[in-house]
């Protein structure tokens, strides 16, 4: 890995963004076109802003199928990167083929609902008179594609991860452009209307869904298969699991529109503007907004790939100077986009067509107030890519949903109120720029805190390695003793008293150093990673997520520890404690599987006395640590950590001194 990627740690800085962030700013723009072509021409045809206003209500039930889409289609592809470093992608197909079983249900079932409940659905979202008579028109015409679109969304990131990133890009661009050529032809040489734009947008679906599905035969990394299609829950679930991150960035999008829509409605009916020109100029606000961040976005994403490299290696200062860079060119475009908006709002309003004078006035209020401090939004968006690219995900997704979750939709209800009833409509687009605000307040002190810890950590000196040498007779023997402990139990000292006895290598925290040395990722962050749960999932995806450079940190560091592993039990016999050894090396050499085990008043005592900790600190240490490593064996396994089932010998510390139990694991290999 060290050495395909050398390249991230040596060449320069401003090359690599420009390599990698063009590729990504141009997917996350056609992506956020895909939502915005229809207003473009809906806007400038007979249907004026009350078609726009319709298709603002609509816009949260695709989003609300684009979540789901991607929470599996992003959860599979992480699932597959995760089989293929473990060398075993027999079950991935299971995954894969469920979760399209699933995206077709969960499709029927929302064109069902739609179909039946359309007119409550609509009404809730802020829709009625001739709003809510377009936004049914635009539906029931959107419907026919919502199942393929849900499957095609799923699929494109699947086949981005089986290695072919750049035919992914092909099929969403060709559906976009698809979309934009018979736009023009539906609305205006047709006449069609609502009919025509949900029209062309299901045919535009539709040429992806086909691109999709061409490509099955294609896979390269697993063979789908019909039986693949009975869905297995279990693999469902953890793909599901894989994927949350990108389902809860979508449906932190739904919600914000639907309230936002919700009391637009309310205020809007007592203001002057009436509720359809407020709920018209938010949604073309949300989608100008939308291109906009995914500029920024892009950016952030394409400098993934070097920070993780250089986080991984401990090179801090080339993180930080890509860190400075990707604010600095985001720093460059919210500058812009907030002299566009600020300067000449009722020019960008024009392109989303003509309206009355209230509508334009209360555009350019919107441009200017809402969207007012995006330079701090773009900002937002990168610091949460910038913790995702250094295998923070909970940190990146607090980030992500700090301004729209937090603050900004319980803001959106605090400055209606204070407007009042003739008012509200005009001071809750304040709550965007004090979120905003706010936002970036909480960036800084995250950053403030990490940048920190890690000066902190870098004065700290790492513990020298101790390995206990095979002994000359044991060199031509193969089997390993994998052992697994609860904290406190004394497995560590078990362990290390057996390979004395039996003369043979012990593996221990000496596993990080030999993974360092091979992998080129820096023993400081392998410790950070020690026996900790996996978890990859990406708020946002690059054009090449999935390529080795595009490898998340964690899935590099688990590989490579796998890596070393299998490379130590191959080279005789030994003892190694915990990093799911035994899982590791099932089917590649004799295992022992052995658990150290205790109750916890006894774990207690020890941990007290060995580490100088009160009783409650003990217990607390104890609790949080067994969770971890549960979680970290039973991410990758069915059998379940600490459970006697799962091993084939299991030690109680409570009645066993350390030697007696060292001597009944040497016992049982000889």
């Known amino acids: 890995m060290s050495e395909r990627n050398d390249y991230l740690g040596k060449e320069k800085v401003w090359t690599l963004l420009r390599k990698f962030s063009v590729p990504c700013i141009l997917s996350m723009v056609i992506g956020a076109l895909y939502n915005i072509v229809d207003q473009l021409f809906i806007g400038n045809s007979r249907l004026g802003y009350f078609g726009n206003a319709a298709t603002s209500i609509v816009y ?36 894969i083929g469920g979760c399209i079983t699933c995206s077709v249900a969960v499709g029927v079932i929302v064109v069902i609902l739609c179909a039946l409940f359309a007119d409550g659905i609509l009404g809730a979202f ?29 699929l494109v990131s699947i086949v981005r991860a089986d290695g072919n990133p750049r035919y992914s890009m092909i099929a969403t661009c060709t559906g976009c452009i698809v979309n934009i050529i018979l736009d023009p032809v539906f609305i205006y040489a047709f006449d069609m209307g609502m009919t025509g734009a949900a029209l062309a947008t299901v045919i535009g679906q539709m040429s992806c869904f ?14 789908p298969t019909r039986k693949a299609l009975i869905p297995d829950m279990k693999e469902v679930r953890i793909a599901s699991q894989y994927g949350i991150s990108s389902f809860l960035t979508n449906i932190s999008t739904v919600t914000l529109s639907i309230v936002t829509n919700i009391l637009l409605a309310r205020y809007g009916m007592s203001s002057v503007y009436g509720a359809d020109i407020p709920i018209a100029v938010i949604g073309i606000v949300f989608k100008v907004f939308g291109i906009i961040i995914s500029i920024a976005v892009g950016i952030a994403v394409g400098g993934q790939p070097i920070l993780g490299f250089n986080f991984g290696a401990g090179n801090m200062d080339r993180v930080k100077e890509t860190f400075r860079k990707i604010m600095l060119c985001n720093l460059i475009v919210g500058i812009i986009a907030t002299l566009l908006v600020e300067g000449i709002p009722h020019i960008i309003i024009s392109w989303f067509g003509e309206g009355s004078e209230l509508y334009i006035h209360y555009a350019v209020l919107a441009f200017r107030i809402y969207m007012g401090l995006i330079l701090f939004t773009c900002v937002t968006k990168a610091t949460a890519i910038f913790f995702q690219s250094l295998g923070k995900p909970i940190t990146a997704i607090a980030v992500a949903l700090s301004r729209d979750i937090v603050f900004l939709i319980p803001g959106l209800f605090l400055f209606a109120s204070l407007g009042g009833a003739e008012k509200g409509i005009e001071t809750l687009l ?25 000066a902190a950590a870098d004065e700290k000196q790492t513990a020298p390695s101790t390995q206990t040498r095979r002994s000359p007779a044991a060199q031509g023997s193969s089997y390993a003793i994998c052992i697994g402990r609860n904290y406190g139990a ?63 940190l964690e899935q590099k560091a688990a590989e490579a520890q796998r890596e070393i592993i299998e490379k130590i039990a191959s080279e005789g016999p030994c003892v190694i404690v915990g990093r799911r050894a035994d899982l590791v090396l099932r089917n590649k050499t004799k295992v022992l599987s052995v658990f150290v085990c205790g109750s916890e008043e006894k774990r207690i005592q020890r941990v007290m006395q060995r580490e100088k900790l009160t009783e409650k600190e003990a217990k607390q240490k104890i ?9 970290y064996y039973n991410q990758a396994s069915s059998a379940k950590w600490g459970e006697p089932g799962s091993y084939d010998l299991c030690v109680n510390t409570d009645y066993l001194t350390v030697d007696a139990a060292a001597q009944l694991i040497v016992n049982v290999v000889k």
């Open 623 to 631: 609790t949080k640590a067994d969770r971890e490593r549960a979680m």
């Open 126 to 154: 802020g829709a009625f008179g001739e709003t809510l008579a377009y936004a049914q028109e635009y539906l029931y015409v959107l419907l026919f594609g919502i199942p393929f679109y849900l499957v095609a969304t799923m």
């Open 60 to 95: 949260p039930i695709t989003i609300i199928v684009l979540a789901f889409g991607l929470m599996w289609g992003d959860g599979c592809a992480t699932y597959l990167r995760i089989c293929q470093g473990k060398k075993d992608t027999s079950r991935i197909h299971k995954a």
């Open 210 to 223: 086909i691109f999709m599905m061409a490509y099955i035969p294609r896979y390269q990394t697993f063979r």
């Open 490 to 552: 004394g497995g560590r000292s078990v362990g290390k008293l057996a390979a004395e006895k039996l003369g043979i290598a012990y593996y221990d925290s000496e596993l990080l150093e030999e993974a360092a040395r091979s992998s080129g990722l820096s023993r400081k962050y392998l410790e950070s990673r020690d026996e900790k749960t996996v978890i990859l999932a990406p708020l946002y995806q690059s054009v090449g997520f999935g390529t080795e450079a595009y490898k998340p």
């Open 430 to 454: 304040w709550a965007a720029p004090v979120s905003d605000v706010l936002s970036i307040i909480l960036c800084g002190i995250l950053l403030a805190v990490f940048f920190k810890k890690d």
